[in-house]
């Protein structure tokens, strides 16, 4: 089993761009995460997913966009991004008991 | 509101133990989880306590005392791989995880 898996690992943007990180998890987890570390910051929420076909806003949702189309993925879109975005993206999924979740590996954002 | 307070630096020997705590005000509250992150990883998830009391979790232990708002986070036999971040993390809802900042420990020989 591969767990969560991110793609990309790396990415540079320039201002306005926009992109959209994937994420796959084979556990068949009902609950999907993603969160953004900034330094000093610790984890936060931006959106989340407690099933297949639902969304749900996090700690900080503005300037992000998700889908979960299918149970296994859950894709994080970024229409037009800004420096404030610079940050390691990480993507988690989870059980219903929701307490215990499983990381993916990340992804390294530059917004220049 | 909701916030989580952890040191933000515990320094330890190796072989030692050191305790790091966490207190929490939060609008809802289901348990207290607990996670390490060592540089450039994902965090991992360690333990999780939804009653008073301890947890153990072989050289990892964890508490929780609901009417205090407060836990911590024992670790034993500290092992120059232990140093990492230790986040604490409390579920306030059936969903969704509040991370506090983090707690960098370092391990010294």
């Known amino acids: 089993n591969a767990g969560v898996t991110q793609t990309p690992k790396f990415r540079v943007l320039k201002t306005g761009q926009s992109m959209t990180l994937l994420c796959a998890q084979d556990?068949?987890?009902?609950?999907m995460y993603w969160y953004r570390q900034d330094p000093g910051m610790g984890l936060r929420l931006i959106h989340y997913?407690?099933?297949?076909?639902?969304?749900a806003k996090g700690e900080v949702p503005d300037g992000y966009n998700v889908s979960r189309l299918k149970k296994q993925n859950f894709l994080l879109g970024l229409e037009s991004a800004a420096p404030s975005q610079t940050s390691v993206y990480f993507c988690?999924?989870?059980?219903?008991?929701?307490?215990?979740?499983?990381f993916g590996p990340g992804t390294r954002l530059t917004v220049t | 509101g909701q916030s989580l307070e952890q040191p933000s630096e515990v320094t330890a020997v190796e072989g030692a133990i050191v305790q790091i705590n966490c207190t929490y005000q939060?609008?809802?509250?289901?348990?207290l989880s607990w996670y390490q992150q060592h540089d450039g990883g994902a965090p991992t998830f360690l333990s999780y306590?939804?009653?008073?009391g301890l947890e153990e979790t072989g050289r990892f232990s964890s508490f929780l005392s609901r009417s205090d708002s407060y836990g911590y986070l024992l670790l034993q036999e500290l092992q120059m791989k232990d140093s990492a971040s230790y986040f604490c993390?409390?579920?306030?809802?059936?969903?969704?995880?509040?991370f506090g900042k983090g707690t960098s420990l370092l391990v010294t020989p």
């Open positions: 556990m068949n987890h009902e609950y």
């Open positions: 939060t609008s809802g509250f289901y348990g």
């Open positions: 306590n939804a009653l008073d």
């Open positions: 988690a999924s989870g059980g219903l008991a929701g307490h215990e979740q499983y």
């Open positions: 993390a409390v579920r306030n809802s059936g969903y969704a995880l509040n």
């Open positions: 997913s407690v099933g297949e076909g639902t969304t």
